[in-house]
Every structure is written in C-alpha cells, then in structure tokens.
C-alpha cells in the first residue's frame, strides 16, 4: 500500500508564502515524476508543477512562473512546493501526485488527499 501525505497548507494573506510538502511511503521500488496539482471550486483541477526523477528537469504553469519553486528530496521521497507572492487566485485545494512503481513492480499513478490554500486580503 502506498500514501502521499501532504502537509503545509492554510490561510495566508496576498503577497505572503507557503511551502507544501508531500512525502509518499509504503511499499515503493521507485519514484518517477512527481507534482503539485491544484483545483479551485467549480474548475477542473490543473497542473501547477511537476519535477522529474533526478530533480534537474521542472514544468510549471505559467501562472505560477517565477513565483512558485518545485524541489524534491529522493531519500526521503517527498517533493516541495515553495509557493511566494501569493495571489488571490491561488486559492484552491493542492493536491500532490506521484508515479512510481511498487514493489511488485505495478507502476501506477498516485494522488494525496489535498491541502487547502487560501489566499485573502
């Protein structure tokens, strides 16, 4: 069984910081790509990020270009969200996603629970 936990979400005002964490455990062989995906009410849910294996290749938004920064740590299986200058439109639940393949070699795509962002001023 695999789980992706994100954490660091909440209310922050326009102009201010946060930064998402999501680490995956259970019975993983390898991490593939790994991003930050995000839905507002009533949209669709929307790429905001994603970082591949090796962490040298990253693909954002462009609503979200030179403001948000997308990292991963390997050893620990978890990738980061630095998100700066939030926007009011930022708002949204935060979802990380994660492919990977198990240890019985099933490579699959898996999503965490979701994190509420909040923007206000």
């Known amino acids: 069984q695999v789980r992706l936990v994100e954490s660091g979400g909440g209310l922050v005002q326009i102009g201010g910081s946060l930064r998402l964490s999501c680490a995956a455990s259970?019975?993983?062989?390898?991490?593939?790509?790994m991003g930050w995906y995000r839905q507002a009410p009533g949209k669709q849910r929307e790429l905001v990020a994603d970082?591949?294996?090796?962490?040298?290749?990253?693909n954002y938004a462009d609503s979200v270009k030179g403001r948000f920064t997308i990292s991963r740590d390997n050893a620990k299986n978890t990738v980061y969200l630095q998100m700066n200058n939030l926007k009011p439109e930022d708002t949204a639940v935060y979802y990380c996603?994660?492919?990977?393949?198990?240890?019985?070699?099933?490579?699959?795509?898996?999503w965490g629970q979701g994190t509420q962002v909040t923007v206000s001023s």
């Open positions: 259970g019975n993983i062989f390898n991490m593939y790509t």
């Open positions: 970082i591949i294996t090796g962490g040298g290749v990253t």
């Open positions: 996603k994660a492919d990977l393949r198990t240890v019985t070699l099933a490579r699959g795509a898996y």
